[in-house]
């Protein structure tokens, strides 16, 4: 097939309508809420732009995965990829990335469930605690405002079981609030607050860390450390830290 120029904001267009429409499946709050969070959150284009889900990327863990946005996301790349609709300033892809969704909500999982269930590879989805549900061998965590839940020595026993699941070469994306933008933080916790019981889930305590203190512990462990703001178009702290292990570092 012969190739189609594409605009990125085209691009992403049709990826934010093609990796939102099976939420319709499940109901209005689903696909709304799957449009919301696609359309508003800086971090899904960012990750694509900046060439930081690459092709070799092809077993992928998404821990605290909500209603399986990110694996829709995945195969609507590859589906755009596949048909030659695909920016040439953007990087490749996983052509059939095998998915593995952790998520403690079974709401959200049955709503991940009757919305991606068909896609292929079929997503694994998991309701468990990141905390001990097991990891399977991987080249790539995604873990996006997840980790303030728990508290600092559950946050480094999920870090450590990463760095253990992910193989060499494996990548880390890893999205935090900066505890030491004492606004930003502030507002992003609030907002977290509200949204936790919008999706109709108990508000919990959160635990933060500064930038530093995130980096530091990452490095401790054997990874490779950029940190990247994520929050444009938001008041809020938020960091996308990439740690790498091996060579792609």
Not at 150 to 168: H, K, T
Not at 192 to 209: A, L, Q
């Amino acid at each position: 097939m012969s190739a189609v120029l594409t605009t990125p904001d085209a691009a992403w267009r049709e990826l934010h309508d093609a990796a939102t429409l099976p939420y319709k499946q499940a109901g209005s709050f689903a696909w709304h809420f799957a449009r919301g969070k696609l359309g508003r959150d800086p971090v899904f284009r960012g990750l694509i732009e900046r060439g930081l889900i690459g092709p070799q990327h092809c077993r992928v863990v998404d821990i605290g995965c909500g209603q399986g946005l990110f694996a829709s996301l995945l195969a609507s790349m590859s589906a755009m990829q596949k048909g030659g609709r695909w920016p040439a300033a953007w990087r490749a892809t996983p052509t059939a990335a095998e998915y593995t969704g952790i998520e403690l909500m079974p709401k959200d999982i049955a709503r991940a469930e009757a919305s991606i269930g068909h896609l292929k590879p079929a997503p694994k989805m998991v309701c468990g605690d990141m905390c001990s549900a097991a990891l399977p061998p991987c080249d790539l965590v995604v873990i996006l405002d997840v980790l303030h839940y728990v508290d600092i020595a559950a946050q480094d026993g999920v870090l450590r079981r990463v760095r253990n699941a992910l193989q060499p070469d494996g990548r880390l994306l890893l999205r935090v609030g900066d505890a030491s933008s004492r606004r930003g933080f502030a507002i992003s916790q609030w907002v977290d607050r509200t949204v936790t019981r919008i999706r109709g889930h108990k508000v919990s305590p959160t635990w933060g860390r500064t930038l530093a203190e995130w980096t530091t512990t990452l490095q401790g462990m054997g990874f490779r450390v950029e940190s990247i703001p994520m929050s444009e178009g938001t008041p809020f702290a938020n960091v996308l830290l990439v740690a790498d292990l091996g060579a792609a570092a």
